[in-house]
C-alpha cells in the first residue's frame, strides 16, 4: 500500500473514533445535566423557570460539543488538508 493509502485508513480510522468519544461523551453529559435538573426540581419546584432556563441552556453548549466534533471529522474525511502533502 501506498503512504496516500496509509492516510486514508487512518484518518477514517481517527474519524470513526471521534465521532465514537465525540458522541458518547456529550449525550452521557446531557443525562447527567437532565438527572441534576430533575433532582433540583424535585426539592424546589417553585424554581422551575429558573431551572428549566438554565437547564436548556446547558443542554444547548453540551450539544455543541458534538456538533463540532461532526464538522471536524466532516473536514478530516472529505476535505482533509493534509491529504495534498501526500498527493504531490
Known sequence: ??????????????????IAIGG???????GKAIAQALDALARQPEAEKIITRTLFIGLA???SLAI????????????NPLLEYFVQ
Open 68 to 79: 463540532y466534533v461532526l464538522v471536524v471529522v466532516l473536514i478530516i474525511l472529505f476535505r
Open 61 to 63: 453548549m453540551i450539544e
Open 1 to 18: 500500500m501506498t503512504d496516500i493509502h496509509w492516510f486514508s485508513t487512518l484518518s477514517t480510522v481517527v474519524a470513526a473514533l471521534a
Open 24 to 30: 458518547a461523551l456529550p449525550a452521557y453529559a446531557m
